[in-house]
């Protein structure tokens, strides 16, 4: 067994509510410098900049996850990870026909870059990623389970968008084995509070929008892998996660 330092929610360029300089490389080497091993990626609702993110993590020696931070019918946000990068571009495509197609207003909300492996400025999405989606909290699961991922509730210590400030205590079904809370020092009061947190796999990450929010190393998962194996670490993650604490 091997201890992985991980941060599993970063937002890119791609969100509006995330700064310029989230660029690929950019995320990649703070990360590195914050002595991270696994990174994912998980814009508002898209998956389109994974691919450049997963090359440039490569590139500084990390190990990459392509990902997501849906937001649910009842505008709950759930972090949504993928094992490949191909796997995260196709559950965008099923997400893409279930979002809110509105304008997005630049000036207000910023922009929704996507950028290559390079940092160099592809597109821009045009209608606005973090609105609700059509699915609700009880249809994620299964619907990330087809295209291989796995799913948990985000940051559901914060009133903004978490499950227990939006249903008023985390849901019992579908059965979602893990959850994300953004402050490691609430875990005990959370359980406490809330006994269906007792039973979860708890993972704190940043929920970075910028640079400087991407956190030193502190949360950690123990994986029966090798740090240069990235497959194997990669199978060795969606099984813990997959399985019941």
């Given at each position: 067994?091997?201890?992985?330092?991980?941060?599993?929610?970063i937002?890119?360029?791609?969100?509006p509510?995330?700064?310029?300089?989230?660029?690929?490389?950019?995320?990649?080497?703070?990360?590195?410098?914050?002595?991270l091993?696994?990174?994912?990626?998980t814009?508002?609702?898209?998956?389109?900049?994974?691919?450049?993110?997963?090359?440039?993590?490569?590139?500084?020696?990390?190990?990459?996850?392509?990902?997501?931070?849906?937001?649910?019918?009842?505008?709950?946000?759930?972090?949504?990870?993928?094992?490949?990068?191909?796997?995260?571009a196709?559950?965008?495509?099923?997400?893409?026909?279930?979002?809110?197609?509105?304008?997005?207003?630049?000036?207000?909300?910023?922009?929704?870059l996507?950028?290559?492996?390079n940092?160099?400025?592809?597109?821009?999405?045009?209608?606005?990623?973090p609105?609700?989606?059509?699915?609700?909290?009880?249809e994620?699961p299964?619907?990330?389970?087809?295209?291989?991922?796995?799913?948990?509730?985000?940051?559901?210590?914060?009133?903004a968008?978490?499950?227990?400030a939006?249903?008023?205590?985390?849901?019992?079904?579908?059965?979602?084995?893990?959850?994300?809370?953004?402050?490691?020092?609430?875990?005990?009061?959370?359980?406490?509070?809330y006994?269906?947190?007792?039973?979860?796999r708890i993972?704190?990450?940043?929920?970075?929008?910028?640079?400087?929010s991407?956190?030193?190393?502190?949360?950690?998962?123990?994986?029966?892998?090798?740090?240069?194996?990235?497959?194997?670490?990669?199978?060795?993650?969606?099984?813990?996660?997959?399985?019941?604490?």
């Amino acid at each position: 067994m091997n201890r992985f330092y991980y941060d599993f929610h970063i937002h890119s360029c791609l969100s509006p509510c995330a700064e310029d300089d989230m660029t690929p490389n950019n995320i990649a080497g703070m990360a590195l410098l914050a002595g991270l091993q696994i990174v994912a990626l998980t814009d508002h609702n898209s998956c389109k900049n994974g691919l450049a993110f997963a090359q440039a993590a490569r590139r500084n020696g990390l190990i990459p996850i392509c990902g997501m931070e849906l937001t649910t019918a009842e505008d709950i946000h759930v972090v949504c990870l993928f094992p490949s990068p191909q796997a995260a571009a196709d559950f965008d495509a099923f997400v893409d026909a279930r979002r809110m197609h509105v304008p997005n207003n630049e000036r207000i909300f910023g922009s929704q870059l996507i950028l290559d492996e390079n940092d160099e400025l592809v597109g821009k999405l045009a209608d606005y990623l973090p609105a609700a989606t059509s699915l609700m909290i009880g249809e994620v699961p299964e619907a990330v389970a087809r295209f291989g991922g796995v799913c948990y509730p985000a940051h559901v210590d914060r009133e903004a968008n978490g499950a227990i400030a939006v249903l008023g205590d985390f849901p019992p079904e579908p059965g979602f084995l893990n959850a994300e809370l953004a402050d490691a020092e609430k875990i005990a009061s959370y359980r406490e509070r809330y006994p269906a947190l007792q039973s979860k796999r708890i993972l704190v990450s940043s929920d970075a929008h910028n640079l400087w929010s991407i956190r030193d190393k502190s949360a950690f998962l123990e994986l029966d892998a090798e740090p240069s194996d990235e497959e194997g670490v990669v199978k060795a993650l969606f099984d813990l996660l997959g399985r019941a604490v």
